[in-house]
């Protein structure tokens, strides 16, 4: 029995087993490892291992060189850990040999030595060549972090495994064998993303944790199991090939839900292979690509000779793209309403529509939409775009709301109303929100995070025609309008917006402050999809600062203005000059309400400040405005 202290050097030899030993422990009973200062020599026969009933050993660590003539076999790492570079060299076996020196570790005097188990790269870089070298055996594995590498290729008995874990990206490098037929297992667990530097065959199992880039390079899985994708950003970015398809049931191509599926033998037809190029935050060269969602997708089929199959097929194609309005980094819907939206395909210069049965869907665990269309038969160019027969336009508008402005804070509102659960229980049949007509059912089924109230958004082509288009929207805690998915507007032929948009005056409506609408016609086309209008900005909205309140100013000058809280429709009157505009700025702001409903918790339009509660803080706000006529 090897007692489990620190060893300035410690010489292991002779044939008996040597058997690591737990018997020294910590304060807090945790078991000792072994820590060699200096060199670490096994010689003869020896046999250094915890492998033994009731053993609880922990690694081996050394700080300097390492020889081994013999056998480390334990379930533990023998952990290369110095504060300088070390040397390693022998024809013994290591059963786990670990890597974990920022300085690098050296083989030398030829290597020889063999890895019958795993190889670990955890920090610093393992330094062989060709003439100093080492085995892995058949199955053995390797595990890399983002800190760990390898010089060059290690022989290779046989088949092996590769594991990459850790925080950070990795390139790949020499871990991963050049031969077709030698790479099992792979799997990308690393928290991060992971870049190919080569083509990859995987023969069996595919595990992806990281995201995938395969840009200039293929990834190609032999086997007919299905990558495994773990989390939401799993995935293959670049192109991606399946050697061996199955019938009647679904092939995973880049991600969890991009698939085909091959009803019969028959739709089968030639394909041996597929292969799939999906780019993820890309838009399509090909014209209009930048109106499609930023995610292209081509595939095609191969046959038994190697040659591209264009037709000849039949499938049914699930295809999907990242839907997170919260984060631009990784939304890729362009602004564009999923169920709005379907497959088109690039075919003789222009987009066909792939029609479907079924609206894509939105996973919001996943922040994946996703749709499906069947019998597709023919492969090439995708991009998921608006059905031909739609065109709308993205109109992106800030405006805040007086109650709600919080004091000394530039451009944030409170969100009580969410925060509470309220705003599921807004009334459509009050106004200004029964001037909407066809309020989708599930409007306020999943309200989207950090909203502060319901708003309605007008456009007419003249100050005082019947409005064109009247939209039911979300006011963000920042200022943003936004749809039922977090999304910025996005208005359609069909609603009422002329074919290549157009002029408008903007009003905006809300239940307890002063309506606004634009002094003169607002620009909306596809030239203005990335400009953002300030709809509470004096200088673009009908009676400038008297139609606003000021709820901020800095030294710096800046100002910001809001609607004017207070307003309630109580009468036919005063409706009136509201759904007019007359006099709509300087009218009608009650204080005197608040009393009914006064304590009262719940969603009150004589709630001002929308915090969910009826109180002085309300009153205050009707009465501080009454005055301004």
């Keep these: 029995m090897i007692p489990n202290i620190v060893y300035n050097q410690l010489l292991i030899g002779h044939s008996a087993l040597k058997l690591i030993s737990d018997e020294y422990r910590f304060q807090n009973n945790e078991v000792r490892p072994i820590v060699v200062r200096d060199s670490l020599i096994l010689l003869d026969s020896a046999k250094f291992t915890d492998r033994w009933i009731g053993l609880k050993s922990k690694e081996v660590f050394s700080f300097s060189t390492v020889k081994n003539f013999a056998e480390y076999r334990s379930s533990k790492d023998l952990v290369l850990s110095g504060f300088v570079q070390q040397n390693i060299f022998g024809t013994g076996v290591f059963s786990n040999l670990r890597i974990n020196n920022k300085n690098g570790v050296q083989i030398v005097e030829g290597g020889g030595f063999v890895v019958s188990e795993k190889l670990t790269l955890s920090e610093g870089e393992f330094k062989n060549s060709k003439n100093n070298n080492f085995l892995i055996l058949d199955s053995g594995r390797i595990f890399r972090s983002p800190n760990g590498s390898i010089t060059f290729e290690p022989i290779l008995e046989n088949k092996i495994n590769v594991h990459f874990f850790g925080d950070g990206n990795i390139v790949t490098g020499v871990e991963i064998p050049k031969e077709q037929f030698h790479l099992t297992n792979l799997y990308a667990e690393n928290v991060g993303e992971l870049y190919l530097d080569r083509n990859v065959h995987v023969l069996d199992s595919l595990i992806v944790g990281a995201k995938i880039n395969a840009i200039d390079d293929t990834l190609v899985l032999e086997n007919k199991i299905n990558p495994v994708y773990i989390f939401p950003n799993s995935q293959i970015n670049g192109n991606f090939r399946r ?90 819907s362009n602004g564009l309403v999923p169920n709005e939206l379907v497959l088109q395909r690039w075919e003789k210069n222009s987009w066909i529509d792939v029609i479907s ?62 925060s509470g659960g309220l705003i599921q229980k807004t009334d459509f049949s009050k106004y200004p929100y029964n001037m909407v ?105 009908e009676g400038g600062t008297s139609s606003l309140k000021l709820v901020y100013a800095d030294e710096q000058g800046e100002q910001v203005y809001a609607m004017k809280g207070g307003f309630y429709v109580y009468d036919s009157k005063s409706l009136d000059k509201q759904l007019n505009f007359i006099d709509f700025y300087s009218d009608y702001f009650q204080y005197k309400e608040t009393w009914i409903n006064f304590t009262n918790v719940g969603l009150y339009d004589t709630d001002y400040n929308l915090d969910g509660i009826v109180d002085t803080k309300d009153f205050n706000i009707g009465w501080n405005n009454r005055i301004l006529k």
């Design 243 to 332: 050697n061996s398809l199955t019938v009647g049931d679904t092939i995973l191509l880049n991600a969890k839900l991009i698939w085909v599926r091959f009803a019969t033998k028959e739709d089968l037809g030639d394909v041996v292979s597929l292969f799939s190029r999906v780019r993820s935050k890309t838009f399509h060269l090909f014209p209009q690509g930048q109106e499609k969602v930023e995610r292209t997708f081509y595939i095609n089929g191969i046959d038994k000779n190697d040659v591209d199959l264009l037709k000849g097929f039949r499938i049914d194609f699930g295809f999907a793209w990242r839907f997170f309005s919260d984060d631009v980094q990784i939304d890729e």
């Design 357 to 418: 049965d079924e609206k894509p869907k939105i996973d919001f665990y996943s922040n994946w939409a996703y749709g499906i269309s069947n019998n597709v038969d023919r492969f090439g160019n995708f991009a998921i775009g608006l059905l031909q027969k739609y065109n709308s336009f993205v109109f992106r508008a800030d405006v805040f709301l007086e109650g709600s402005y919080i004091k000394n804070q530039k451009n944030q509102m409170t969100t009580f109303l969410w």
């Design 437 to 541: 007509k066809n309020i989708p059912s599930d409007f306020l089924k999943n309200v989207p995070d950090s909203i502060v109230d319901v708003v309605v958004v007008e456009l007419r082509k003249t100050r005082n025609s019947t409005p064109n288009l009247i939209q039911i929207a979300y006011l963000r805690n920042d200022g943003r309008i936004v749809n039922e998915l977090g999304q910025d507007l996005s208005f359609r032929i069909e609603d009422g917006i002329d074919s290549s948009g157009g002029e408008y005056f903007v009003a905006i409506r809300h239940r307890n402050h002063a309506d606004i609408i634009s002094e003169i016609p607002i620009v909306i086309n596809n030239q203005t999809k990335n400009i953002a209008y300030n709809l509470t900005d004096p200088n673009l909205i």
